[in-house]
């Protein structure tokens, strides 16, 4: 674990809003030169705080209006390897996350797609088959709103 102080904390909730800041208009923000900045970004990305750059997409833009979380419970988890349900999840297109995860079900899974009937296509062709499957509640997500979480 690092010690992060104010500055990096500044710095980490700057780029929660916008990534794409270079390290001269984010130190100008801070009261930092260019380099101190950049310094202690490299810092951040070395010390793993900081993993890669992600581009978001907006899927309601893209025609993908609708998104469901499914619960997944395995139906016999000692017959099907978890790395084979993990490995045929990840190769449906429409499926965003997979998550394994300790609960009523063995896995969570986000999916989009253009609207509900396409959501069944995708349900009763690819998740309906996949191997192992068992019982599968849907959650259609309403709303959602993005929070960067705590930093430090």
């Known amino acids: ?43 951040l990305h070395d ?43 990840t190769a449906i297109p429409e499926v965003q996350t997979v998550q394994h995860v300790l609960g009523l079900f063995d896995y969570r899974l986000r999916i989009i797609a253009r609207d509900i009937a396409d959501f069944e296509r995708v349900l009763r062709r690819r998740i309906m088959t996949l191997p192992g499957i068992g019982q599968v509640e849907a959650n259609v997500l309403l709303s959602e709103e993005r929070r960067p979480g705590p930093i430090g």
């Open 47 to 89: 010390a793993g705080v900081l993993r890669g750059h992600r581009l978001v997409l907006d899927t309601a833009a893209l025609g993908f209006g609708v998104t469901v979380f499914l619960g997944i419970k395995l139906a016999a988890k000692g017959r099907v390897s978890l790395e084979d349900f993990e490995r045929a999840a």
């Open 1 to 43: 674990m690092i010690d992060l102080d104010d500055i990096d904390r500044a710095i980490l909730r700057a780029l929660s809003q916008d990534a794409t800041q270079g390290a001269g208009a984010l130190g100008r923000s801070l009261g930092l030169s260019q380099p101190a900045a950049w310094r202690r970004i490299r810092r």
